[in-house]
């Protein structure tokens, strides 16, 4: 499961990086990039911690005003591919409550149908056309997309342990 979860996570980093946009594109994208770099407020709400992430991925890009664009796409981009890992997990998570009954042991074809309905899910919805476009643009969308996939994925992590000794 995690083996197969990181490699369609670096399925979806590859393509994302491969085609994101190399400077600003149409709506906000240009006002994003251009606060992180100066670590100045956007539009209300200002988006401070997208502000934040982008002005430390400028800066591991050199600094420069000239990548700076670069840098805030690569960061919607990496933040979109690791989205797709958490859905990839929570793909797993229930196809293996559908499957598997009364924790019993899984065979060769369960397993194989739980990672093939994650790997379907997980790629289906990396190419989708809403979910692309933001991940290749400095928009604050994959950022939230990143945080919803993990708190959602911490809730089945947590349920899946909680009656375990010591879970509260």
């Not at 590859?14 to 400077?23: D, G, K, N, S």
């Not at 994003?32 to 991925?57: E, M, N, T």
Request: include cysteine; hydrophobic fraction near 50%; glycine fraction near 8%.
């Amino acid at each position: 499961n995690n083996l197969i979860g990181w490699i369609v996570c670096i399925i979806a980093c590859t393509v994302y990086l491969m085609t994101m946009e190399r400077t600003a594109s149409f709506w906000d994208t240009g006002e994003f990039i251009s606060g992180a770099y100066k670590l100045q407020v956007p539009h209300p709400p200002g988006a401070p911690l997208f502000i934040l992430l982008g002005r430390v991925f400028i800066v591991l890009f050199g600094d420069n005003p000239a990548t700076a664009a670069m840098a805030v796409n690569s960061l919607s981009a990496i933040a979109s591919g690791v989205t797709i890992l958490f859905l990839f997990w929570t793909i797993t998570y229930f196809a293996r409550k559908l499957v598997q009954k009364n924790d019993e042991l899984l065979n060769g074809t369960k397993i194989f149908t739980i990672m093939s309905a994650g790997v379907t899910g997980a790629l289906a919805y990396t190419f989708s056309d809403s979910f692309w476009f933001s991940a290749v643009e400095g928009e604050v969308y994959a950022l939230s997309s990143f945080f919803t996939a993990i708190v959602f994925w911490s809730i089945l992590k947590w349920e899946r342990r909680a009656d375990e000794r010591g879970a509260d």
